[in-house]
């Protein structure tokens, strides 16, 4: 799914009818997955975008191959990626293996399979996000990304959801569960959706 609501066949505007002004807070690109919020809230959207203002952002990451200590400590420090078309060393992350495997939806295209080549999860927590971010990092250390998704932002948390579940959450536990503080008015509310 497209996260935009008009143009190709499947974006946001087939999980149900959003008001005008409603939006999505960051994106997700047509090969990841995962947590998303949708939002008519600009000063939402300008807390979590704003690249000064850094909130933690988990992802759960599917690589080829098994990376050593020594490849989750380069992660974990910051690791030089290319970012238009210029070096940028990333922030220090939190970096570490998922065991158990975590329960998903299967994928539409499923990834590729190689009996081979051994795949394992990761959980990669971000306080930025640049663009393919976390693809570029685990490809710099030599474990390219197969299945990406976005688990968590702060503490909104896609446990309990299904894959393309909307759930409408009130602004004033959104701010508290991202952490911020002084929230304006109430508004129609916050969506996510898996």
């Known amino acids: 799914m497209l996260t935009q609501f008009s143009g190709e066949e499947f974006t946001l505007a087939s999980l149900g009818d959003f008001p005008k002004e ?18 008519d809230d600009k000063g939402l959207n300008h807390q979590l975008l704003n690249p000064r203002f850094g909130h933690q952002r988990t992802y759960y990451v599917q690589v080829e191959g098994i990376p050593s200590p020594e490849a989750l400590a380069q992660l974990q420090q ?82 309990g959801m299904e894959a393309g579940e909307v759930r409408e959450l009130s602004q004033e536990l959104v701010y508290r569960s991202l952490g911020l503080t002084g929230f304006a008015q109430p508004r129609s509310g916050t969506k996510k959706y898996k």
């Not at 409603?22 to 939002?39: A, C, I, M, N, Q």
């Open 78 to 159: 910051g690791v030089t990626i290319q970012v238009d078309g210029k070096p940028y060393r990333t922030k220090p992350a939190v970096a570490k293996l998922l065991d158990p495997v975590p329960t998903l939806p299967e994928r539409n295209p499923p990834i590729r399979y190689r009996a081979s080549i051994p795949d394992c999860w990761l959980a990669l927590t971000l306080i930025e996000g640049k663009n393919r971010q976390v693809r570029k990092m685990t490809a710099a250390v030599g474990f390219p990304t197969l299945r990406l998704v976005r688990f968590s932002m702060e503490k909104i948390t896609l446990d």
């Open 22 to 39: 409603v939006y999505p807070v960051g994106r997700l690109d047509k090969d990841s997955e995962g947590l998303l919020l949708l939002t």
